[in-house]
């Protein structure tokens, strides 16, 4: 098969259809394209997408029938705690962990969100530790799903102001996960 490479447009030419579908989803993504074409030297695309569009690494969660994404910088480790070591202090529950006090927060509790039944009466709970500077803090969580590859979508105007949430993302099977800021839990 030889191909013909013509210097001058023709009737036969391209339309720029696949260029329109990638305008039409940057546009619907809040971004913009620019195009800026030189006679005889070529076109230039300058694609600008919103600072709130972001691709991080997550770890993904399941509390009660919900899954939720934690940024894995904000994660030190994961660990899982017998709930028979759990004390309270001062309306607080804390545990001790690596030889320093680590409070714990219930993340059902905070988004309330119901458990089912067989996770309250587990002796062993899942906890995810985060750390907010130099402060750790232990995320008990009802299971994990894994690593993955998620981009960050704002919740728009409406929802702005809710502090514990700081977006949400589409997983692949088409349902949205909300992603936690684990800066705003402590």
């Given at each position: 098969?030889?191909?013909?490479?013509?210097k001058?447009?023709?009737?036969l030419?391209?339309r720029g259809?696949?260029l329109?579908?990638v305008k039409?989803?940057?546009e619907?993504l809040n971004?913009?394209v620019?195009?800026?074409?030189?006679l005889?030297?070529g076109s230039?695309?300058?694609i600008?997408?919103?600072?709130?569009?972001?691709?991080?690494?997550?770890?993904?969660?399941n509390l009660?029938?919900?899954?939720?994404?934690?940024?894995l910088?904000?994660?030190k480790e994961?660990t899982?705690i017998?709930?028979?070591v759990?004390?309270?202090v001062q309306?607080q529950e804390?545990?001790?962990y690596?030889?320093?006090?680590?409070?714990?927060?219930?993340?059902?509790?905070?988004?309330?969100?119901?458990?089912?039944?067989e996770?309250?009466?587990?002796?062993?709970?899942i906890?995810?530790?985060?750390?907010?500077?130099?402060?750790?803090a232990g995320?008990?969580?009802?299971s994990?799903?894994?690593?993955q590859?998620i981009?960050?979508?704002?919740?728009g105007k409406y929802?702005?102001g809710i502090?514990?949430i700081?977006g949400?993302?589409i997983l692949?099977?088409g349902?949205v996960?909300?992603?936690?800021d684990p800066n705003?839990?402590?």
């Amino acid at each position: 098969l030889d191909l013909v490479w013509q210097k001058k447009i023709t009737d036969l030419s391209g339309r720029g259809v696949g260029l329109d579908v990638v305008k039409t989803k940057i546009e619907s993504l809040n971004g913009t394209v620019e195009v800026d074409s030189i006679l005889g030297e070529g076109s230039k695309f300058t694609i600008r997408l919103p600072l709130t569009l972001a691709i991080i690494q997550a770890l993904m969660v399941n509390l009660g029938n919900e899954k939720y994404a934690l940024p894995l910088n904000n994660i030190k480790e994961i660990t899982t705690i017998k709930t028979s070591v759990i004390s309270l202090v001062q309306n607080q529950e804390v545990v001790l962990y690596r030889n320093k006090t680590l409070p714990i927060i219930r993340l059902n509790d905070v988004l309330n969100v119901t458990y089912q039944e067989e996770q309250e009466q587990k002796d062993e709970m899942i906890v995810v530790v985060v750390r907010k500077g130099d402060q750790e803090a232990g995320i008990v969580v009802d299971s994990l799903i894994g690593q993955q590859e998620i981009v960050i979508k704002s919740l728009g105007k409406y929802l702005t102001g809710i502090k514990v949430i700081a977006g949400a993302t589409i997983l692949g099977n088409g349902s949205v996960a909300l992603i936690i800021d684990p800066n705003q839990l402590f």
